[in-house]
């Protein structure tokens, strides 16, 4: 059972099949007690510290703010005497910002609902247990609903929160976390993911000292700069040893992502919406519903971290048809022609492509109104007759009858200054009546929280997918929100528009796979800036960054398969010099790193010598060979060449253990070096295992290493396989 109530004890214990998350009731007061390593006894209460100077206020009124200001509280609130960060601050219709919701209730059910209008983890009967605890202000009559779900083969807890108003009166939510989460410092660090445009989710590391240090994304998007993710972790954990508490955050917009220690040494970890122009009225019956936080434990290091992630991820996150199988190799024309390209010229990539055994098409921006630059046309979504003689569908068919799948690139969210949309709705773009609307990418961003500007949205895309066989889509979001208002929002609600934005993106893709079930759909924006288990509900995939360099990708792709399984990572194999940085690295370490992800090119074929398309062919075979074991197989990170500057090496291993596959890049070559030693994990020890010809025990593999010979050249890379025997 994974949830049980203790009554005596006053006690929640939720069990996964090695952790613990304990929660005790005070006087009211839920307490967290402890997270961590799976413990079976329920006394453990003491170490909430309520006996501790000042104790409770039942038994220490006059102390009252100091009980407050230590008790580890499962879901702090804002105004009554807790001054560590706050989960929840909500201002009364009089203008006064305090609450104090006490234990009333709570249930206790198999599976698990969806959140209404927002993307969620889900699971059967079977799989997981919720457990939901309300809580009750009774000055404002609001109704706080903690939910925590066990999912407890996966080893996951995750949880959200819901406000009701069950007063006569409106109040305003200036602030709504999903989780928080107090413990004693045992030396931690802190782990999180940040980046720019081009290279996005690199890990850094820090200690954690007094006071708060903060990630986060006012941005509208959850953004190439931060990450919705944050582990603390013991000093110098690893990839195998030291234990790790994360949180991801199941949304795509803005977030905050905080550590806190305080006077005490003990830390609150704490995640969700940014407070930061975040206001929403919540009039009397109605409710609001804050995104979904998925907690994961380690008490072996980062790897089996990663790996939790992994597992649940493809299996109680991503919907779509496709996340258990081999995606089709796709050649996308970004790289190959910008703006630049006629429908004749999409066909000599399509039969180029075909012939080296790539799988589908894929015309990216430029298709559409009168785009030939980045300053214009959004929101004109048909077809420009100049570029694509014949119309679209004529070019489908074309496409279609010389073997390859069709795909198309849209940016729904957006609209040009230069375009006949704006030109008849110009309040339909985000706007602050009176003020320049600043430009980005000389464009504007329309406003998803009206609904006639979702269905116009939803009709314009639908019409193209239903005029012709559209197999895959490529959904981009080029800028970030600004000016933030809402010519159709009330005053005391402008403060909504960031997240009804959200819930208007993901009302539209929820709307375009219910009518499309069979679409492929490929997040995108500008590169990686919405890669987030909030999108990964929608689409299997997301672009992962405009830096296609190799080199460059192995650090972008390393932070995004900390938690991302790398059938999710958008990776295509480009040219060089590289577009990005301007590096040339050879055809075959640029094939090794897409073969990491959904793999695909973005290139022109049509310009690639005989012994390139040689190299696609092999790569092509590669990729049918290898795919099943890179998209279901269990991840290992052994040495990260952010650490040593030379080496980057990871590997796959099927779930029986039998299969196994060794990526390794020689970023720099050395000097006078012979071999080095690769010491490899998550292989059985005991069995036996054959590489290059040569038999291995399992145990010799992981313990002894092999040696691989140092090569010529920097950017080598090479992929080994390890059989079963
Ligand atoms: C940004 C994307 O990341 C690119 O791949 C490309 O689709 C461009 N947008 C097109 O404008």
């Given at each position: ?196 445009w ?23 998007e959850?953004?190439h ?140 921006d ?8 980045d300053?214009?046309?959004l ?30 690139w849209f940016e729904?969210e957006m609209?040009s ?23 980005s990418r000389a464009q504007?961003v ?29 959904w981009d979001m080029n800028r970030q ?43 995108c924006s500008g590169g990686?800036a919405r ?12 672009w992962?960054?405009d ?179």
């Amino acid at each position: 059972m994974g949830i049980v109530f203790d009554e005596q004890q006053n006690v929640f214990m939720l069990q996964t099949k090695s952790t613990t998350y304990a929660i005790g009731i005070v006087e009211g007061y839920l307490g967290h007690i402890y997270y961590g390593r799976r413990v079976d006894s329920r006394d453990i209460k003491y170490l909430l510290r309520y006996e501790e100077n000042p104790k409770t206020p039942k038994v220490n009124q006059r102390e009252k703010n100091s009980f407050l200001d230590q008790f580890p509280m499962e879901y702090p609130e804002h105004g009554m005497g807790d001054y560590r960060e706050a989960a929840l601050c909500i201002r009364s219709l009089g203008g006064y910002r305090a609450s104090e919701s006490l234990y009333q209730s709570h249930w206790i059910q198999k599976g698990k609902k969806p959140l209404e209008g927002l993307p969620a983890s889900f699971g059967t009967e079977r799989e997981c247990e919720t457990l939901c605890i309300t809580c009750f202000d009774p000055i404002l009559h609001m109704e706080v609903e903690l939910y925590y779900t066990v999912f407890e083969e996966a080893d996951v807890i995750t949880r959200h929160v819901q406000v009701q108003n069950k007063g006569k009166e409106a109040f305003y939510i200036e602030k709504i976390l999903s989780a928080s989460m107090d413990f004693d410092d045992r030396d931690f660090e802190l782990l999180s993911l940040h980046g720019s445009w081009a290279r996005e989710r690199h890990i850094q590391r820090t200690s954690i000292g007094y006071g708060r240090q903060n990630m986060g994304s006012i941005k509208g998007e959850s953004s190439h700069q931060e990450h919705p993710f944050l582990a603390v972790l013991t000093k110098g954990a690893n990839q195998e040893f030291g234990e790790v508490y994360s949180m991801n955050f199941v949304y795509s917009g803005n977030f905050i992502a905080q550590v806190e220690k305080d006077q005490f040494d003990r830390i609150r970890m704490s995640m969700g919406i940014h407070p930061e122009g975040f206001c929403w009225k919540l009039e009397v019956g109605e409710r609001f519903i804050a995104p979904e936080v998925v907690l994961v434990y380690s008490d072996k290091g980062l790897g089996k971290m990663t790996r939790t992630y992994h597992d649940f991820y493809r299996n109680h996150l991503i919907r779509s048809p496709y996340k258990d199988k081999k995606r089709p190799i796709l050649i996308n024309n970004w790289e190959a022609t910008y703006f630049d390209f006629h429908e004749q010229k999409l066909l000599e990539i399509a039969k180029e492509a075909k012939e080296v055994g790539i799988e589908m098409l894929v015309m990216d921006d430029g298709w559409f109104g009168k785009r030939n630059a980045d300053d214009s046309s959004l929101g004109d979504w048909f077809v420009n007759e100049d570029k694509i003689k014949g119309g679209l569908k004529q070019l489908v068919d074309q496409v279609n009858a010389l073997g390859l799948q069709f795909g198309i690139w849209f940016e729904p969210e957006m609209v040009s200054p230069d375009s006949d949309l704006f030109r008849e709705h110009e309040d339909w773009a985000i706007q602050i009546p009176k003020r320049e609307i600043t430009q980005s990418r000389a464009q504007y961003v329309l406003d998803l929280s009206r609904k006639e500007v979702v269905d116009y949205v939803y009709e314009a895309v639908a019409k193209i997918l239903r005029s012709t066989n559209i197999a895959y889509v490529k959904w981009d979001m080029n800028r970030q929100l600004t000016t933030l208002g809402s010519v159709a929002l009330p005053a005391d609600r402008q403060g909504e528009l960031y997240h009804r934005y959200m819930l208007g993106v993901y009302e539209l893709q929820e709307r375009i796979l219910q009518e499309f079930p069979k679409l492929l759909l490929e997040n995108c924006s500008g590169g990686g800036a919405r890669f987030d288990p909030g999108m990964l509900y929608y689409s299997p995939q997301i672009w992962c960054s405009d830096d296609t360099d190799a080199i460059e990708r192995l650090l972008i792709q390393e932070g995004t398969a900390l938690i991302y399984p790398v059938s999710t990572i958008g990776a295509h194999v480009s040219v060089c010099p590289n577009h990005i940085v301007g590096r040339n690295t050879p055809f075959q370490t640029r094939g090794n790193v897409a073969l990491c992800g959904t793999f695909g090119y973005e290139l022109d074929i049509t310009k690639l010598s005989r012994e390139e398309k040689e190299l696609i062919k092999q790569q092509v075979v590669n990729y049918h060979t290898y795919n099943e074991l890179i998209r279901e197989g269990d991840y290992y990170r052994l040495i990260s060449y952010s650490d040593n500057k030379y080496y980057d090496s990871y590997m796959f291993v099927n779930k029986e253990k039998t299969n196994a596959l060794l990526f390794d890049t020689q970023i720099l070559a050395r000097p006078n070096r012979k071999s080095r030693n690769l010491r490899l994990q998550g292989l059985e020890a005991t069995k036996m295992y054959m590489i290059e010809g040569k038999q291995y025990s399992g145990a010799v593999l992981m313990n002894v290493g092999i040696l691989l010979p140092e090569e010529q050249g920097d950017f080598m890379s090479r992929v080994i396989q390890i059989k079963g025997v």
